[in-house]
């Protein structure tokens, strides 16, 4: 089925399609009804038992959104838009079973479709807040809960160019059509190494989500598990660990100062874990603590056995630490256990396992008491952080 021309206004809605859905036509003379809140371009709800291509000439810049949500295709699907407008393309909810390539329309290209020109994001664009209420934003594809055999993103990866899809799924991101057609191999190189690969999609879809409209757990979630499938583990656990980390920390629509508190106090307790993404990372500050600490201890000891004219007796703990309940005593001829300062320092960094040398010792120096009950509180958070994180990875 084929439409075709100019239009002031279209709703085509619930239709049920043998064949292919194609709409190619001009739209600059759209628009809003007075009074009227929907978008004058409705093609939402069909069942295509073909492809669904969808692409316009030419949009009017008072138009916000084109509604083309519900749809079900289960054929080759294209949704190319004007190179010059700018506004929200409802896919919400859209069910495509084969390729859906999403692209800026070109009437001259020999492929209908710009070849995308990439601007490398480091760091996340700025959040757009109800895209469908501001004017003046850029490209917006609302994919919410599309279900999406091969999603193609043949759009530029840059701030103008942005996407929001809580709940969306695709099974392969990437499409073997995205090369640079309007250049030809340089002396010495082959057609072959102009092509995109498997490798360039997983790059480029690692910088895609630096393109979306605001961090959403769900998405980068699944972006993660979509990597890992993939062998990027790396990877997949930088994106995983800041989805846990928007988990934890993202605030309700009207935060007050209490709100605040929590997701500041999450933020720090929670980052020795990754947020439940890097238990190794606690593990790695207990080892440390266990280290560190256990050096503090030793120079400790020979300072203040430097002070001392003698040795302490055989049996007795290092100069600087006393037994409990023995006072200045370090004579006492029975002893729980032959004392280390690195078993007492594993053992004030490891609460949940007894060797006791944290209870049954302390230091001489009142001065630096405080420091062992310091390293325990670690102890107690960092354990307590690997357990949980290692829980729910």
């Not at 501001?134 to 993103?153: E, H, R």
Request: one cysteine or more; hydrophobic letters at 35%.
């Amino acid at each position: 089925m084929n439409i075709g021309g100019s239009f002031n206004g279209i709703l085509f809605q619930e239709n049920r399609i043998e064949g292919e859905f194609r709409f190619e036509g001009e739209l600059k003379k759209l628009k809003l009804k007075e009074g009227k809140s929907f978008p004058p371009l409705v093609i939402s709800a069909n069942r295509i038992g073909g492809g669904f291509v969808f692409w316009n000439s030419e949009v009017n810049a008072e138009i916000q959104r084109l509604d083309l949500s519900y749809n079900r295709a289960e054929g080759y699907s294209m949704v190319y838009v004007s190179p010059d407008w700018n506004g929200q393309v409802d896919l919400t909810n859209g069910v495509f079973s084969s390729l859906l390539r999403l692209a800026r329309y070109d009437p001259d290209a020999e492929f209908r479709y710009i070849t995308p020109d990439d601007i490398p994001l480091e760091e996340k664009c700025e959040d757009v807040e109800a895209p469908d209420k501001q004017p003046d934003l850029p490209l917006m594809v609302n994919m919410t809960g599309a279900q999406i055999v091969t999603l193609a993103w043949n759009l530029s990866l840059n701030c103008e160019n942005r996407w929001e899809g809580a709940g969306l799924r695709y099974k392969y991101w990437g499409d073997a059509d995205l090369k640079a057609w309007d250049q030809t191999p340089k002396e010495g190189e082959k057609l072959s190494d102009i092509v995109k690969t498997e490798e360039d999609f997983l790059e480029r879809l690692q910088t895609w989500r630096y393109a979306m409209a605001k961090p959403d757990v769900d998405a980068l979630t699944y972006m993660a598990d979509y990597l890992e499938s993939r062998g990027r583990l790396v990877e997949s656990r930088e994106i995983r660990r800041e989805a846990k980390r928007q988990n934890y920390t993202r605030l309700p629509e009207q935060p007050d100062w209490v709100d605040y508190l929590k997701s500041r106090t999450l933020l720090v307790l929670l980052s020795p874990g990754g947020y439940g993404a890097n238990p190794e990372w606690a593990a790695g500050l207990l080892f440390i603590g266990w280290f560190g600490f256990g050096v503090f201890y030793c120079g400790y000891s020979r300072t203040v056995a430097r002070k001392r004219e003698t040795d302490p007796p055989a049996g007795a703990p290092p100069a600087g630490f006393l037994q409990i309940g023995q006072g200045e005593n370090l004579t006492h001829p029975t002893r729980p256990r032959q004392f280390s300062v690195w078993r007492y320092s594993l053992d004030a960094m490891l609460p949940v396992i007894n060797l006791h040398a944290y209870d049954r010792y302390y230091l001489e120096d009142t001065k630096f008491r405080w420091i062992p009950g310091l390293q325990h509180v670690f102890g107690w958070w960092w354990t307590t952080v690997l357990i949980a994180s290692a829980s729910i990875l």
